[in-house]
């Protein structure tokens, strides 16, 4: 596998997303276990106070979530060797190119997995945005406020819902535009196998001299 990891200064949401791909196991699993504990709390629409044993079950039920997702990502890793990261499949769709020596059969497997993540978006995307806001619109006790670990979620979640939304196309076209001919020099790849002669039995090599 080559990496793209590029050896000039790059912007800082590349700098970003890389430092995520590749931060220790810890730094996912807490991330979504704070999202998780935020989703938790939204979801508690009745109570107007909050025991501690309550506030604990949360938290121990939320890192139990982040610990899984992030170990399912860690999987995903693993169940593809040698395969580009997700990183560098973005990066090289941004950029309009495979880097140099790539695979071709390894990167067609990749750019095959980005695209179908970036159709299931078309519809887990919308539909979990609408979950999460339409919380607020439930009915809640007169007394009872919209929790504050309701308003960080929707702060993070929401931008970061709508930018998948809008670049959805965009991104779709990108990792197309590297993918279709990969495909299209396999198809010619194989017929041109097809068309081959099959071995005639003086074709086979002789034994080594003992």
Same mark, same amino acid.
Request: hydrophobic share 45%.
């Given at each position: 596998?080559?990496?793209? =990891?590029?050896?000039?200064?790059?912007?800082?949401?590349?700098?970003?997303?890389?430092?995520?791909?590749?931060?220790?196991?810890?730094?996912? =699993?807490?991330?979504?276990?704070?999202?998780?504990?935020?989703?938790?709390?939204?979801?508690?629409?009745?109570?107007?106070?909050?025991?501690?044993?309550?506030?604990?079950?949360?938290?121990?039920?939320?890192?139990?979530?982040?610990?899984?997702? =992030?170990?399912?990502?860690?999987?995903?890793?693993?169940?593809?060797?040698?395969?580009?990261?997700?990183?560098?499949?973005?990066?090289?769709?941004?950029?309009?190119?495979?880097?140099?020596?790539?695979?071709?059969?390894?990167?067609?497997?990749?750019?095959?997995?980005?695209?179908?993540?970036?159709?299931?978006?078309?519809?887990?995307?919308?539909?979990?945005?609408?979950?999460?806001?339409?919380?607020?619109?439930?009915?809640?006790? =007169?007394?009872?406020?919209?929790?504050?670990?309701?308003?960080?979620?929707?702060?993070?979640?929401?931008?970061?819902?709508?930018?998948?939304?809008?670049?959805?196309?965009?991104?779709?076209?990108?990792?197309?535009?590297?993918?279709?001919?990969?495909?299209?020099?396999?198809?010619?790849?194989?017929?041109?196998?097809?068309?081959?002669?099959?071995?005639?039995?003086?074709?086979?090599?002789?034994?080594?001299?003992?």
């Amino acid at each position: 596998m080559t990496s793209t =990891a590029p050896d000039r200064p790059q912007p800082l949401f590349r700098r970003i997303r890389r430092g995520w791909y590749h931060a220790p196991f810890a730094v996912p =699993a807490l991330t979504f276990a704070i999202l998780v504990f935020a989703w938790l709390s939204a979801l508690d629409l009745d109570r107007t106070s909050v025991g501690t044993g309550t506030v604990v079950v949360r938290a121990v039920v939320a890192l139990a979530v982040g610990v899984a997702m =992030a170990g399912g990502r860690r999987i995903t890793r693993l169940y593809h060797p040698g395969s580009p990261s997700e990183v560098d499949v973005s990066e090289a769709a941004e950029d309009g190119a495979l880097p140099p020596g790539a695979d071709p059969t390894a990167w067609q497997d990749a750019l095959v997995r980005r695209r179908r993540q970036i159709r299931q978006e078309a519809w887990a995307i919308p539909v979990a945005l609408v979950l999460l806001v339409g919380l607020i619109f439930l009915p809640r006790p =007169a007394e009872t406020s919209v929790s504050f670990a309701y308003v960080v979620l929707l702060a993070l979640f929401v931008p970061y819902a709508v930018s998948l939304i809008v670049s959805r196309s965009r991104r779709r076209d990108s990792v197309d535009a590297l993918l279709v001919p990969l495909q299209e020099q396999a198809r010619a790849d194989e017929e041109r196998r097809t068309g081959w002669a099959p071995p005639s039995p003086d074709d086979r090599i002789p034994p080594a001299a003992g």
